[in-house]
């Protein structure tokens, strides 16, 4: 019997518990309750809007790249570069439409027009670095003949250390020494492009036919080959 009324008493203290545990429960629903539903509205929201971006995204891109595609199907240069220059893209696809224009731009012998755009791009924050780089080096290219002493200025900020373009800017600026009668500045700086582990065979080679070209005595850990037609 003692037994019976101990079950009795358990059974009765678990339902009471369960009864307050219920009305906690709906305590915190009255209360808390609008707060769950609003997490659901953000999540359910949030996937709409990311589906929604996702689906403008790929339409503006398809819209830029058919855009594009209709502008380099032009055959004259001149209109090219025109339909080029009227394209709106952003990111690294902007970027790559400014270095087509460019390119579009110098066929048609507009010099200035190419380094305007390649200068615009290479001021751009919004693409990638090794684009404005790029963009710097392909202008310092174009403007061989014009302002020497601003291309320099142009080589010499991408000839540092660690940067992209730092061998091939250091072969323009060797160049540049040797049109200023700068021989020794020059043998210097071809010197140090050889011995550097990064410069490519063909860099390589074109800089050891300009030493021997020049006369001047290759490192000894290198080994002459002026015979290579590499680019």
């Known amino acids: 019997m003692r037994g019976a009324g101990m079950s009795e ?10 009864e307050v545990r219920r ?10 309750g609008w707060i769950a539903i609003l997490i659901v509205v953000l999540l359910v929201g949030g996937a709409a809007w990311t589906e929604y971006s996702r689906a403008r995204d790929r339409a503006g891109a ?15 240069p ?11 893209l952003t990111g690294g696809a902007a970027a790559v439409s400014l270095l087509i224009t460019a390119a579009a731009q110098e066929e048609t012998g ?3 027009a190419a380094i305007a755009s390649l200068d615009n791009l290479a001021t ?15 202008a310092a290219m174009l403007d061989a003949g014009t302002d020497p002493e601003a291309r320099r200025q142009r080589l010499d900020s991408l000839a540092n250390p660690g940067q992209p373009f730092a061998l091939l800017a250091q072969e323009q600026l060797a160049l540049a020494d040797l ?41 000894d850990d290198v080994t002459p080959d002026v015979t290579s037609t590499n680019p």
Do not use: W
């Open 9 to 18: 008493s358990d059974s009765f203290i678990n339902e009471v518990s369960e």
């Open 23 to 32: 009305d906690r429960l709906f305590l915190l629903l009255r209360r808390y």
């Open 62 to 76: 398809e819209e830029a790249g058919d855009a594009l595609l209709s502008a380099l199907s032009n055959s004259d």
């Open 78 to 88: 001149e209109e090219r570069a025109a339909a080029l220059d009227g394209v709106s």
């Open 110 to 112: 507009d010099l200035a």
């Open 124 to 138: 751009n924050t919004d693409v990638p670095e090794i684009y404005r780089d790029l963009a710097s080096f392909k």
């Open 179 to 219: 049109s200023a009668g700068e021989r020794d500045a020059a043998i210097t700086r071809l010197t140090a492009i050889v011995q550097d582990a990064g410069a490519g065979q063909g860099l390589r080679d074109r800089v050891q036919t300009l030493m021997v070209s020049l006369g001047a005595p290759l490192p």
